[in-house]
């Protein structure tokens, strides 16, 4: 290792202040960024819905492609796999070769895989189909949230647009479980597919015209290497934490992997001290603001999705729901993330960002401690459980977004796409490993038993573990997230 090389990634980076917006910035959105505000939003809101607009439909899928049961978690897995371990090496292709381009084919791809999907006549061309569509997410997410932060100067606007984004966002991912339930039940699981196509297809012709991005000043190498190590060491990853929740901590192919992924990880970090070009330049990870930004990104997903999980267990095994009805209750959590995501910038501009993390953690946190106390009585519960997912929806997405202000804030554009693909990267791999550590702690709680009790008692022992890791997240923030001002007071 060169002497250059061991001082550029020991020396601390220096605390980030974020300026305030340059003068010439507009203040209000304009037309034009009105509809490149719409044309993003469209396609992150398809992008978030794709996540769990098959997972009520999976019993179905497997009984009209013949699935064997033990093979049906992996039309999920597939998708997971694809999305989580590609979103940082496509976030960082869009930085060199062109973030509007990375875009426009990512949503291609999921308009042709998601056709292709519809018609699919085996388990074979299904899985193909969702791992095209986890790939074409992996680009697209992180390749439209660089447009989104790039197109708005950072300060207020960019604050509105990332809560707009984070609101649909998360409300996608509730509206997938809805939706997919009613498609399947009034029509075909094959619509969950063909949905996408009509509006992929929308967003691929109005973007070249809408969306204007200048040509980069210079293009560096990729960092081949860097790519493959944390690649693979992604999906190695995500598939140890997906086998651990479907066969526990201890099974050969979940050690397998979380150690294969913990050594391509570790040897990703050496690479990126060594090479010119870097593909995570570890300057960039050292700033608190993108470090610990991430880590509470990655808390806030890995909670909040867990505990869908966890209620959809609990009202369909416990209080004896429909998988539809299941999902129309989740409907007042969709409320409480839409508003959480139009008052969350308006909360950044009066107090801090701080504030907003802070805050929206202790507001989840304690929402989610309000689920212990969930009984077995089903007027009862829904007394207790849909104010809770409301506030709990609100408080989760004052995290999300003051985690995407945090971890995008104080970088110049040219990397963007790198700290919008980690954004991302937190994001898909918190969603992916927030359900297999809940499944298993659940698995732990009823200690084997199915009964509607031994359930009942695995979920609350889950839920208690959610609210202790929103707890953990929110200290993080407070401790690590605070920095000096000038005159030796502390904002975020």
Do not use: C
Request: overall charge positive; aromatic content about 6%.
């Amino acid at each position: 290792m060169s002497t250059t090389h061991v001082s550029q990634s020991t020396t601390p980076a220096p605390e980030v202040q974020v300026a305030p917006a340059p003068t010439a910035a507009p203040r209000q959105l304009t037309g034009r960024l009105k509809v490149v505000l719409a044309v993003l939003l469209v396609a992150q809101f398809m992008l978030a819905v794709d996540f769990s607009i098959l997972n009520v439909a999976l019993p179905a899928i497997g009984d009209g492609l013949g699935f064997p049961l033990a093979d049906l978690q992996w039309v999920a897995t597939s998708f997971a796999l694809a999305a989580a371990g590609f979103t940082l090496f496509f976030g960082r292709i869009s930085d060199l070769v062109g973030r509007k381009r990375i875009f426009i084919a990512g949503l291609a791809l999921l308009g042709l895989s998601s056709l292709v999907g519809g018609l699919a006549t085996s388990p074979g061309i299904l899985l193909a189909a969702r791992v095209a569509q986890g790939l074409a997410t992996a680009a697209a997410t992180p390749a439209g949230l660089s447009l989104l932060t790039t197109a708005f100067p950072e300060g207020p606007l960019r604050q509105k647009a990332l809560g707009i984004n984070g609101a649909l966002m998360s409300a996608g991912f509730t509206t997938g479980a809805v939706l997919g339930g009613v498609l399947t039940d009034l029509l075909s699981w094959r619509w969950a597919f063909f949905l996408n196509v009509p509006v992929a297809l929308a967003v691929v012709l109005v973007a070249p015209v809408v969306i204007k991005e200048p040509a980069p000043a210079a293009r560096p190498r990729l960092d081949l290497p860097g790519a493959l190590t944390v690649t693979g060491g992604l999906l190695a990853l995500v598939h140890g934490l997906t086998q651990a929740g479907e066969h526990g901590w201890t099974a050969p192919h979940s050690v397998v992997g979380l150690a294969v992924g913990a050594v391509l990880l570790a040897a990703f970090v050496v690479i990126e001290r060594r090479v010119a070009q870097p593909l995570v330049p570890l300057t960039v990870l050292g700033r608190r603001n993108v470090a610990w930004g991430n880590v509470l990104g990655l808390l806030a997903f890995a909670t909040e999705t867990s505990l869908v999980y966890l209620l959809t267990l609990y009202l369909q095994k416990t209080l004896d729901f429909t998988p539809l009805a299941a999902g129309v209750t989740f409907g007042v959590l969709g409320v409480g993330t839409v508003l959480g995501g139009l008052v969350a910038p308006k909360a950044i501009a009066r107090t801090s960002t701080l504030t907003a993390l802070v805050g929206g953690g202790l507001l989840q946190a304690a929402a989610t401690a309000a689920l212990l106390f969930l009984g077995t009585t089903t007027g009862a519960a829904l007394t207790l459980l849909l104010p809770a997912t409301f506030l709990g929806g609100v408080g989760n997405m004052l995290v999300i977004v003051g985690f995407m202000v945090t971890a995008t804030s104080g970088l110049p554009n040219a990397e963007q796409g790198l700290a919008t693909g980690l954004a991302s990267m937190s994001q898909q791999v918190g969603i992916t490993m927030g359900t297999p550590i809940m499944s298993a702690v659940v698995t732990t709680g009823t200690a084997g038993a199915t009964t509607a009790a031994a359930i009942h008692h695995g979920v609350t022992t889950a839920v208690a573990v959610n609210a202790a890791l929103v707890l953990l997240g929110t200290a993080l923030a407070a401790v690590f997230l605070r920095t000096r001002t000038p005159h030796g007071g502390t904002n975020a």
